[in-house]
């Protein structure tokens, strides 16, 4: 697990010694990334430099080094991420004849390209990966993300030089960086908590998307191939449906989760797992402890916050399993605490708040281990999330109705605040009140004038329903969101849902939280669920195995059921969430109040002062929960003043 960064400048102005102080700069940016080791490679004739920071976790020897040659000479590259089937093609490369000097998955990965080419290579890999590859015979550049986003890559042109790295703030130590912000990738930052993929918060600079792969010529043409696609694999997982009996399916599944848990247990560092105490990073923990002669060490946080603290579930699950389980309880001096540094990791505007718990683990769970497994995932695939729910229940019990009837509807849910709402709920059994029930009460009253399953779909993922009114610049870019093809070729409203979070959602704000958190303390986080075999097998599953009795995720529960009891799953669903609405009022008032001043907002001219002010004084007087869509806007302004002051 490392980062890279690099340019190409085709005024070819700078010498050697010039191109390789600035991109070891460079590099130094995202120095948390790969704290054991810093390399760099330039080619003044061609103008290109590469910059690399190496976490080192296999082969830890100085034949890890990158950015690294091919034993040819002709291909460099500079690599982050892990491939957990390198030792496989290591020896069919070796049968075919070729040679190696260390025995990392760098090599492996340099050398198969060579031998078989590009697109053959890729498609070989098990793993997460972003990599950069210069062709020196071609004088072409190749960059390539893994099929699912985990690990991150930025590319783009500012003016005569081309970037392209694991972090776009590793771009701003180079002379020739303007970094303009780009004001229409607000809109959709606004609605998600996140900037949409292509788009990044710069003109010019792009996320590379998932599955991809681009090739930048010495004339500046960029040839892009997609060699993996989600939506062709859930449209031909649906004409393949499995026809498995239940047992067969379970005994399936958990075959191939042990084998994707058990590639990522190899390490040459010691290794662990976060453990939240829910279905998938429990089925994780289960799977690791199933293979491990030792105690697995597990780790968790709590808060002291009802409705938010998960930890005494993880460490009962722990005491089950026999893990060596560490658990940390967070309050608001923590967040307050962390806030300020979060930036220099979270280099885009990123406002999912449950990035401060990530952290906080991460930060836990480094102090023990350098590798640890994740549970993400696993709602994306095995349809987890209660918004599947409520969005299909919501569309058959509402959708037919005239619109006049939909809305005096949510006039009279209305009438009630969300803590007159809770109060309400406390007549609930616990075990099936649903936690900030009064917040999705009210969600539930903007939702109901919706007239399509697309639109109903983006309101159940949005924060700022109409972003064109907050953010100056107007009307946000529209992605696959809008697209009614898809439609198409995902009927069911619920496994569309599915199909749109694992493109959209997933990549650009579940991956990247883990991504920047875990590797802000120089972690490596690994996600069995996502090994892209179990996302092909996931959707040649029908239906009913994965949702039955109203509960998602039913095959991988089974799965679950045979290493800890079905009685210690048996609770609520609950998200990674904080305590930010409490946190907003009290503790982080003044932060955000300075944040928020409403000259501040009107004199930089990214936002309409009036919508934001009136939310936060509806939130601080306790009439409504706003701090979703606040958040967005607090991060923002944080984030700016961090890396445009």
């Known amino acids: 697990m490392c980062g890279f960064t690099g340019f190409i400048d085709t005024t070819k102005q700078l010498d050697s010694e010039e191109m390789e102080r600035t991109v070891l700069s460079m590099a130094d940016v995202i120095s948390y990334r790969g704290p054991d080791d810093s390399g760099a490679w330039c080619d003044p004739a061609s103008g290109i430099a590469m910059g690399h920071r190496r976490l080192s976790v296999i082969d830890l020897s100085p034949m890890g080094h990158q950015p690294m040659a091919s034993s040819n000479g002709r291909y460099i590259i500079a690599y982050n991420g892990e491939v957990y089937n390198f030792q496989e093609l290591r020896k ?118 998932p599955g991809t792969l681009v090739t930048i010529s010495s004339d500046r043409k960029a040839q892009k191939t997609c060699y993996w696609n989600m939506r062709e694999i859930a449209k031909q997982g649906q004409i393949a449906r499995q026809s498995l009996s239940d047992s067969d399916a379970v005994e399936a599944l958990d075959t191939l989760l042990r084998d994707a848990v058990g590639r990522r247990m190899i390490a040459d560092v010691p290794l662990g797992a976060f453990l939240s105490g829910g279905v998938d990073s429990s089925t994780v923990v289960a799977l690791m402890q199933a293979q491990s002669s030792t105690p697995v060490k597990s780790f968790s946080i709590g808060f002291d916050v009802k409705g938010y603290n998960e930890a005494p579930h993880a460490k009962a699950i722990a005491q089950h399993l026999g893990t060596d389980h560490t658990e940390f309880y967070v309050d608001p001096s923590h967040a ?69 009837v939909r809305g005096a509807g949510a006039g009279l849910i209305n009438m009630l605040s969300p803590r007159q709402w809770d109060s309400l709920f406390t007549l609930v059994p616990s075990r099936l009140r649903p936690p900030q029930a009064g917040d999705k009460i009210h969600k539930l009253a903007d939702i109901l004038s919706l007239d399509s399953q697309e639109a ?78 179990v996302v092909e097998f996931a959707w040649t599953l029908p239906k009913a195995q994965k949702v039955r009795n109203g509960e998602g995720k039913w095959l991988l529960r089974q799965v679950l059921n045979k290493y800890v009891p079905r009685t210690l799953m048996e609770r609520p669903k609950m998200g990674f969430g904080v305590p930010i609405d409490h946190w907003l009022r009290g503790e982080l008032r003044d932060w955000a109040e300075d944040l928020l001043d409403e000259r501040t907002l009107r004199d930089e001219g990214y936002f ?28 923002f302004q944080a984030w700016k003043q961090h890396w445009k002051p």
């Open 456 to 533: 109903l779909y983006r309101r159940l993922v949005s924060q700022w329903d109409n972003p064109d009114l907050v953010a100056c610049s107007g009307e946000q870019r529209t992605s696959v969101l809008w697209d009614d093809t898809v439609r198409q070729d995902i009927p069911d409203f619920m496994e569309r849902m599915q199909f749109l979070d694992g493109v959209t959602y997933l990549p650009d704000d579940i991956l990247t939280k883990v991504d920047r958190a875990s590797m802000a303390v120089s972690l490596e986080a690994r996600v069995p669920l996502l090994d892209h075999r």
């Open 92 to 209: 069919e490369l070796i049968q075919a004849g070729s040679s190696f000097r260390g025995h990392s998955d760098t090599e492996v990965i340099l050398e198969a390209w060579a031998a078989w080419g590009a697109e053959k290579t890729i498609s070989r890999l098990i793993g997460m990966f972003a990599m950069a590859v210069w062709d020196r015979e071609n004088q072409t550049l190749t960059l390539v993300r893994d099929r699912l986003g985990i690990k991150p890559l930025y590319w783009g042109w500012d003016g005569n030089v081309l970037f392209f790295g694991s972090q776009v703030g590793s771009f701003t130590p180079h002379p020739k960086w303007t970094g303009n912000i780009d004001a229409m990738a607000l809109g959709g930052y606004l609605r998600h908590s996140y900037i949409p993929a292509p788009q990044s918060i710069y003109q010019g600079i792009a996320k590379l998307e």
């Open 336 to 404: 307050r605490d962390v806030l300020p540094g979060m930036f220099q990791y979270y280099d885009e505007p990123f406002a999912d708040s449950s990035q401060i718990p990530t952290y906080l683990v991460s930060q836990l769970t480094r102090k023990h281990v350098t590798v640890s497994l994740s549970g993400d995932g696993g709602d994306e695939m095995f349809a987890g999330y209660n918004r599947y729910f409520w969005g299909e229940t919501l569309w058959r019990k509402f959708g037919h109705l005239p619109g006049f």
């Open 608 to 635: 309409t002062p009036r919508p934001i002010r009136e939310k936060w004084n509806e939130h601080l007087s306790g009439r409504r929960n706003w701090h979703y869509p606040l958040w967005n806007v607090l991060m």
